[in-house]
């Protein structure tokens, strides 16, 4: 596609619930990473991956947060038992390689209840 | 542990005036990048600066890098409304994937 595609957009779950949120990237590019945005703050790291490799997950804030990317091309992060501390945007970006300038979604807005 | 600070944190000007938003980083990198971001969308990609001194310009941002400073600047000239959004710094750890971002300069253009 033409740019980062994340779903849903906007997702609204009860405290304890499991959420997925989903990326596809650009095709082709090899790269793939998560990032948490809290209210007001920038965005930060939470995972990386080279194809199908998890390279770099030391963002994830607890064992309760879990990233895939089988194929190599689509990635979803997974969070369980969710917490009103989760609530944030979540951004997804590629890039062609792990050096080059990544490219955004638009990012999926979660909320905790 | 890399720390990147902006600031101003909220800057409001009048169209037509000129500011600066600087950007300081706390360890060695020769990659910067400026974001732009619109209340509920995503990063928008304004300058990829890749070695010191080095200098772009795109409208009326222009964006520097003094990596001996561990400095970038976001000149703004002659603002308009349009302007108004959040800009975000981010620092390539030591030439890593990771970004690391600052907290961002939300800025107001003032009709």
């Known amino acids: 596609g033409a740019g980062v595609s994340q779903s849903p957009r906007y997702k609204v779950a009860k405290r304890g619930q499991d959420v997925a949120l989903r990326c596809d990237p650009i095709s082709g590019h090899v790269s793939l990473f998560w990032y948490q945005q809290a209210l007001g703050q920038g965005p930060e790291f939470l995972t990386y991956f080279q194809n199908e490799a998890q390279l770099d997950k030391s963002g994830l804030p607890s064992d309760r947060f879990f990233a895939e990317r089988p194929e190599g091309s689509v990635s979803t992060l997974k969070i369980q038992r969710t917490q009103q501390e989760d609530s944030a945007v979540y951004l997804c970006?590629?890039?062609?390689?792990?050096?080059?300038?990544?490219?955004f979604g638009d990012g999926t807005r979660l909320s905790i209840l | 542990e890399l720390k990147v600070e902006q600031n101003p944190l909220f800057l409001s000007m009048q169209e037509g005036k000129n500011y600066t938003i600087y950007c300081n980083y706390s360890t060695t990198s020769d990659r910067l990048y400026w974001y732009r971001q619109d209340p509920g969308k995503s990063l928008e990609s304004l300058f990829v600066?890749?070695?010191?001194?080095a200098v772009k310009q795109e409208g009326r941002l222009m964006a520097s890098l003094d990596t001996k400073a561990r400095l970038s600047t976001l000149h703004i000239t002659a603002a308009v409304h349009d302007l108004s959004a959040t800009y975000f710094c981010a620092v390539d750890n030591s030439g890593t994937y990771k970004y690391i971002f600052g907290t961002g300069t939300r800025l107001k253009v003032l009709a």
């Open positions: 600066l890749l070695s010191n001194g």
């Open positions: 970006a590629s890039s062609f390689q792990s050096n080059q300038p990544q490219h």
